[in-house]
């Protein structure tokens, strides 16, 4: 293939596939870092570089799981709380090998548009080397991760967009 056909494939190919998809093998670290670089060369404006992204795997995801639960049940009304809701968050992340929270840095250098967008052409980049690797990958923007501020540590002028789930799948022979 040559690198337009190349590109064109993983454009094309790319899909958001889902945990209950995945076969919850462990990605090894040099896929996981490949993953994280590729984030590296999204455009930006002014070069503030926006994205904060780390990766979680292993005992961080089952604390990330706990937090999330807990977080669901303090913010949910009773009325709107479900039961199915909660216990899917945890079965997800059980199912996930890594996860990489979308989190943005603004700066006062450009309209925050702009650092989210930046940041979500990142996680694009990220959607395709997960493509390029035979991995399933999504975004997940639940409302209650506007809430993990404090459990990734995060300071005044970030916030957290999503999740970023990674799961190896059934794979072609391509
Ligand atoms: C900013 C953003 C937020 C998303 N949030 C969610 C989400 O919370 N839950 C979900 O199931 N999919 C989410 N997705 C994935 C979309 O549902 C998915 O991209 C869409 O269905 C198109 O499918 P495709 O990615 O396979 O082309 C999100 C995608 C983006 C770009």
Not at 79 to 107: E, G, H, N, R
């Amino acid at each position: 293939m040559s690198v337009v056909e190349t590109l064109q494939h993983l454009i094309e190919n790319r899909r958001s596939i889902y945990p209950k998809a995945y076969t919850q093998q462990e990605i090894s670290s040099t896929v996981l870092e490949a993953v994280l670089r590729s984030a590296n060369f999204a455009p930006n404006h002014k070069k503030t570089r926006p994205w904060r992204f780390q990766i979680l795997k292993g005992e961080d995801l089952g604390k990330l799981s706990s937090e999330i639960q807990s977080l669901y049940q303090q913010q949910t009304p009773e009325k709107l709380f479900l039961q199915k809701k909660y216990d899917d968050f945890a079965l997800k992340m059980s199912q996930t090998s890594a996860i990489i929270p979308i989190v943005v840095q603004y700066s006062d250098l450009v309209p925050k548009w702009e650092e989210i967008a930046a940041v979500s052409m990142a996680v694009q980049n990220m959607y395709l080397t997960c493509t390029a690797h035979q991995l399933g990958c999504y975004w997940s923007s639940h409302p209650i991760f506007h809430h993990l501020g404090g459990f990734l540590k995060l300071e005044e002028n970030q916030e957290c967009l999503g999740l970023f789930y990674i799961g190896t799948i059934e794979t072609t022979s391509e």
